[in-house]
């Protein structure tokens, strides 16, 4: 039994609901000035003003306190969506891009995600391992302390399956807790090009039972897009997906807008990703359904987009989730706090909102709303100390990481 103590701490968190948050409670956290923590075995025991924590304690009741010194304390941040393993970076992508020419093209030549795609088969499992874990490292030293993480990089079963494992590697060897994405449909390879519906029967009719069977994934994604998947095609896929027990979430309007975001609302998946591009309509129907919005600024940046319509999702009341989407070619980083900056100073979203949408509503795009996301008792003890004295200090001190230590189940990590 290991128990510890964090005093001296201002503690703010999102309040913990029995939804996700939107609308007016977007923006909804509480916020202890004189604050401690009490952990037990990972878990928080008691939480509040300090004087009530100590209340009752004995110094026997205490393996190792934390004096917080007054710093900030929040959840650990939750990124719910991420392509983290991968096997090479694409610089000369990036050259290209900056030069002019647009991600789908690079795709539609044959590069980009294909790209990516000959690098992972070529990586041996041990080395793709390797690259993975040193990129998911880093993401906990910025205060990632759980993680959504797609395969997509295979296209074919085999090289699917083999991300997948490497994926399970990372769940099971890390301190982070991970939710896993089986993502095949993440382009059309080079020889279905003249047929993609060859390759979407290929997905729903071996790819999908195969990684079924194996029950290696909780969830299916899928990349509908101009040139991608179609609106159709994506319906097929991630029903099929639904039929075999996959919970699905939906790459949807990121350059174009194809009804994505339409798509999620009629499958009701647990949330769509980007919509940079989604219609008034369909944001609409979003929120009618509780569908939750994974926004990605950093993919925006990195395009040279402008921002996903934060503000208007927030007053349609659709619930707003924030996330890295780290992957070699449209957006490398791992960082939340880059992430969240974004969030704040372009896409004109509240501290506070931020702060809710980078914890509590991404835990609950992954399912694991009960047990991480906000600090309330019974919750896992993952926190994070920042070198501030509010929360804001993730978007005013620009360009670094404000997180000074990063605590997984109550255990020091970073
Ligand atoms: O979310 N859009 C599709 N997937 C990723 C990019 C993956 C890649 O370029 O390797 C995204 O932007
Ligand atoms: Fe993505």
Not at 75 to 98: N, S, Y
Not at 178 to 192: K, L, Q, R, S
Not at 207 to 222: L, R, S
Not at 256 to 280: F, I, K, P, R
Request: net charge negative.
């Amino acid at each position: 039994m290991i128990t510890s103590l964090f005093r001296n701490a201002t503690i703010v968190t999102p309040e913990s609901k029995d939804s996700p948050l939107s609308g007016k409670d977007q923006g909804k956290v509480n916020t202890i000035s004189h604050g401690a923590i009490y952990c037990r075995n990972g878990l928080i025991e008691k939480i509040g003003e300090e004087g009530y924590v100590l209340e009752g304690l004995s110094f026997r009741d205490v393996d190792m306190e934390i004096d917080c010194q007054g710093c900030c304390l929040i959840p650990g941040f939750v990124d719910p969506h991420t392509h983290i393993c991968f096997a090479a970076r694409r610089e000369k992508e990036f050259a290209l891009r900056l030069a002019g020419t647009p991600y789908l093209d690079i795709l539609k030549a044959g590069g980009g995600i294909l790209s990516s795609v000959q690098a992972v088969k070529e990586a041996s499992e041990e080395e793709l391992f390797q690259t993975t874990l040193e990129n998911v490292l880093s993401a906990l030293s910025f205060g990632t302390t759980t993680i959504e993480i797609k395969s997509g990089y295979g296209l074919e079963t085999e090289t699917e399956l083999k991300m997948l494992r490497v994926i399970r590697r990372i769940q099971q060897e890390t301190p982070l807790d991970v939710a896993i994405t089986f993502m095949g449909a993440h382009a059309i390879p080079e020889e279905y090009k003249e047929a993609p519906d060859t390759f979407v029967n290929i997905l729903t009719n071996e790819m999908i039972p195969a990684v079924a069977e194996q029950g290696i994934a909780e969830f299916c994604d899928v990349f509908c897009e101009e040139g991608v998947f179609t609106i159709e095609q994506s319906r097929k896929i991630l029903q099929a997906a639904q039929k075999y027990g996959l919970k699905s979430r939906i790459h949807a309007d990121e350059v174009h807008d194809t009804g994505g975001a339409g798509l999620a609302a009629e499958l009701q998946t647990v949330s769509a990703e980007h919509l940079l591009a989604a219609s008034e309509e369909n944001l609409k129907a979003m929120a009618q359904g509780k569908v939750i919005a994974n926004l990605l600024p950093a993919t925006a940046y990195s395009l040279r987009k402008p921002y996903a319509p934060a503000r208007r999702m927030i007053e349609l009341d659709v619930p707003v989730a924030l996330a890295t989407d780290c992957n070699p070619g449209s957006c490398f980083t791992e960082s939340m706090p880059f992430v969240f900056g974004l969030a704040v100073m372009n896409m004109n979203m509240t501290v506070e909102e931020a702060l809710v949408a980078s914890t509590i509503n991404a835990a609950w795009s992954l399912g694991m709303e009960d047990r991480i996301g906000s600090l309330t008792v019974g919750k896992q003890a993952d926190f994070l100390l920042l070198d501030g004295e509010s929360p804001a200090i993730l978007a005013y001190h620009a360009g670094v990481s404000p997180v000074i230590s990063v605590y997984k189940k109550g255990i020091l990590v970073a």
